[in-house]
């Protein structure tokens, strides 16, 4: 992936949030929703690094992982709005999310839910021998799950081509690492299975990219699955609603001084890849897309009454 391509996703993932946390605001929205605001960087940099046979999975908080494998913004929106036009078909909402067309199987309201299921998939790659990868998201909270070990234990065993992706964001509702986890390092828990655990600062587009190149290229090889951490910081509340009375606001500020956004913006101004005025182009074009995504959105038809027993299996 080019770097600008990267750099307009993450605003793309960016601006996509904040218009949810607004519309949410403003009763346009029903329901509830998790938003990425601050790990844009994990979401592109993972994407970024995968080949368009490759798979993944998400989580609850999947809105940036979508984007970043490729989802129109549009169609996720208008899920969100529950229209017909929506990856679901307006039935799912937020945490239903998936496009198989792009590699993309889905958002899991069960925490932990998606590792056993990425773990699947990529057994299914090693039996057809179509050399793919499949990269799995989760949260700090979810690699506490028993399912988390159990995955890993027959990934490592099988020597399935899987890429277990820690989003280590500080906090699982709201309870933050220190209180949840024994060892803070997600990454460390590798060692039990006899993979590699590599820890990277999740705020860091170019090296999130690096270490899943590096990994998926060894899964690929046929050597086995990998634990990543990416260390990063859930600048959004929990979900809609959430008062953050488990953290300070001092935190919070500390916190967006690592935006990684704006660091990203730092690094391509230094090496001369953007200006300022191309930066403001950027950031326009991204909220233009995103407003056209909402316009689409609400303006779609809600789904009709008639179908309201389809794709019911029980
Ligand atoms: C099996 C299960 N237990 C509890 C919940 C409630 N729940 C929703 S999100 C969440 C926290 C997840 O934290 P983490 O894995 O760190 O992901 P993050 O929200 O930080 O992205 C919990 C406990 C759930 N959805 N599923
Ligand atoms: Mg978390």
Redesign the pocket.
């Known amino acids: 992936m080019e770097t600008l391509k990267a750099y307009s996703l993450m605003l793309t993932i960016r601006f996509f949030e904040e218009a949810i946390e607004r519309l949410f605001l403003e009763g346009r929205v029903m329901g509830t929703a ?1 938003t ?1 605001i601050g790990q844009e960087a994990v979401a592109v940099g993972v994407a970024a690094a995968l080949d368009a046979r490759d798979a993944m999975t998400t ?3 999947g809105h940036g992982h979508f984007l970043a494998r490729g989802a129109d913004a549009g169609r996720a929106m208008a899920e969100l709005f529950g229209r017909a036009t929506g990856y679901s078909r307006g039935r799912g909402g937020s945490q239903m999310m998936m496009d198989p067309s792009i590699g993309f199987y889905g958002a899991n ?5 998606s590792i056993p299921f990425a773990t699947g998939l990529a057994l299914d790659a090693q039996m057809r021998g179509s050399g793919r990868v499949t990269a799995c998201f ?6 506490n ?1 028993g399912v988390f070990h159990e995955s890993l234990n027959i990934a490592a065993l099988w020597k399935l081509p899987v890429l277990f992706i820690a ?1 280590n ?1 500080g ?3 709201s309870t933050a690492t220190a209180q949840g986890l024994a060892n803070p390092h997600i990454a460390d828990r590798a060692a039990s299975y006899g993979i590699p655990g590599i820890r990277v600062d999740g705020n860091d587009f170019c090296a999130v990219r690096d270490a899943v190149a590096s990994l998926a290229a060894d899964a690929r090889d046929g050597n086995g699955p990998a634990l990543l951490e990416c260390t990063t910081y ?1 600048l959004s509340g ?1 979900s809609r609603g959430d008062p953050r009375v488990y953290r300070t606001r001092d935190e919070e500020s500390a916190a967006w001084s690592k935006d990684p956004i704006l660091r990203f913006e730092a690094q391509l101004k230094a090496d001369g890849t953007l200006d300022d005025d191309a930066i403001l182009m950027h950031r326009e074009n991204a909220r233009s897309h995103i407003d056209a995504a909402v316009r689409f959105a609400e303006t779609s038809p809600l789904p009709p009454h008639t179908g309201l027993t389809d794709d019911l299996f029980a």
Request: one cysteine or more; proline letters at 0%; hydrophobic letters at 20%.
């Open positions: 998790h990425c989580t609850h908080r309201g069960i925490t932990g839910g989760f949260g700090d909270g979810a690699s799950q989003e964001n906090y699982a509702m859930r929990h």
